[in-house]
């Protein structure tokens, strides 16, 4: 635990004079308040900052219920590198006039969750994979009669400039200087290391335009959280710094992969890893891991709507390009929503079930809270997911899915808000009925925006009907 006397003093030692107070809201955005360290104190640290109104935060209150308060979590202070003299901390939410943690903080329901694994002697940990695109430059415009959007980077086919470029679904792990992007990864890795996130990997992902991948070091859901928001505030601002611009969205670029944020998770009681069992010959995997799973198929449906909560969400998953699609599971097939990885035999620790449907448009708290709800509930129900799943199920004809009971992701954002309004019981210990509903009308009221307005290729298809 870290005192708030450590962190004055840090304060004082390296000059600080702002404090940036940042939380997110409930479609997962990174809002933030700029205070003078004049404001700081034991006191105030403790008790936290009367600096947010609420209804001007997404998803949070209305206009007469508005004043909140942001309490610093000691923990995630780092300095923040871009600007001078500045610190930062990710905050908790809480009510006014005392009435204690705000319910619809989306950090509040990943606290909740590690409580409520802790009241039954469990801990979870999670790691995840968060891909995004880095552009040249990104330019759009919505109005009732124009409506257009134009990316430009450096590595594309269709952008001007060096003949280095990176043709369509071939951006796998090139060298440079075909991975043009190398360098500003890099930056961003070695900047992730000053608020204390460790990086294990970086590479060039399957698409061109500069699409990367991230890894940092594996940690609580809360924890790994906060680190997918800091890694989207970095890569952004590093991003920025060059002229570029860093895009978390999963589909910008049609006709090539989309950016996913696939899921690791392990359940463990004490010193032991409860997936792990060396004497399952198949992935090495407990009974316990497959009822997890069973939860994991069972509720995968509503799942989508809170682990791919755009519309957009939906134009990357679908068959062809290593988006999970179906609701199966496998060891090392990447057409199943979920993988066990099997690189190696005996490594009881890296025992641990990655699911793929997830993307980084997700608010994170939400997504990794109600995954692992998902399976803690096929464990409890003692769900049986039926086979693994070996073939290339995108190679499946229809007739073969249905014999196999495999079930398909929703196609829309709409289909997955029906799913988690009829299907939501499992996630009641942690999310507050509040903070669902208001999830809810929040997206739908993004599907209504989306439908107000047709696209490029619609106009494409019909304007000569």
Request: with cysteine; aromatic share 10%.
């Amino acid at each position: 635990m870290v005192s708030t006397s450590e962190i004055i003093r840090k304060i004082e030692e390296k000059g600080i004079k702002w404090i940036d107070l940042q939380l997110t809201d409930l479609a997962g955005k990174l809002h933030h308040v700029t205070i003078s360290t004049g404001l700081v104190s034991p006191e105030t640290l403790e008790k936290g900052y009367g600096k947010l109104d609420g209804s001007s935060v997404k998803g949070f209150t209305t206009i007469d219920q508005s004043d909140l308060v942001l309490k610093p979590i000691l923990e995630t202070f780092a300095v923040v590198p871009w600007f001078k003299d500045t610190a930062r901390f990710i905050c908790q939410v809480y009510g006014m006039m005392g009435s204690g943690r705000f319910e619809r903080d989306p950090r509040y329901v990943a606290e909740r969750l590690e409580e409520t694994l802790a009241s039954e002697g469990l801990r979870a940990y999670t790691a995840v994979e968060p891909e995004f695109f880095i552009f040249d430059s990104l330019e759009f415009g919505v109005e009732g009669h124009e409506s257009y959007y134009r990316i430009r980077a450096r590595e594309a086919p269709w952008s001007p400039g060096s003949g280095l470029k990176l043709r369509t679904k071939e951006g796998y792990y090139p060298a440079p200087p075909q991975d043009q992007m190398m360098a500003v990864r890099q930056e961003i890795a070695e900047t992730l290391a000053e608020f204390g996130v460790t990086v294990d990997v970086h590479h060039h992902e399957v698409a061109t335009g500069g699409q990367g991948e991230i890894n940092f070091r594996y940690s609580t859901p809360t924890r790994t959280a906060d680190n997918i928001q800091t890694l989207k505030y970095v890569a952004k601002m590093v991003a920025y710094q060059h002229g570029m611009v860093a895009v978390f969205m999963p589909k910008p670029i049609g006709g090539d992969n989309g950016s996913g944020m696939h899921t690791h998770v392990s359940v463990w009681r004490g010193d032991t890893n409860l997936f792990y069992d060396p004497d399952d010959d198949y992935a090495e995997l407990s009974q316990y891991a497959r009822y997890f799973i069973g939860g994991l198929i069972e509720h995968g449906r509503a799942l989508s709507a809170i682990v791919s909560p755009t519309v957009n969400s939906y134009k990357r998953l679908i068959p062809g390009y290593e988006a999970p699609v179906y609701l199966a599971w496998s060891r090392a097939n990447r057409s199943a929503a979920i993988r066990i990885p099997v690189y190696q035999r005996g490594v009881k620790n890296s025992k641990r079930i990655e699911y793929r449907p997830p993307d980084p448009s997700a608010n994170p708290y939400l997504a990794l809270s109600a995954i692992i709800l998902a399976g803690l509930d096929g464990v409890r129900k003692k769900i049986d997911p039926g086979d693994p799943v070996d073939e290339n199920i995108y190679h499946m004809t229809p007739e073969k899915r249905r014999e196999l009971g495999i079930k398909v992701l929703p196609r829309s954002l709409e289909e997955a808000l029906d799913e988690l309004e009829s299907d939501n019981e499992f996630l009641k210990p942690v999310f507050p009925q509040s903070l669902l509903e208001a999830y809810v009308e929040l997206k739908r009221k993004e599907i209504d925006l989306t439908r107000m307005y047709p696209s490029p290729v619609e106009i494409m298809l019909y304007h000569d009907v």
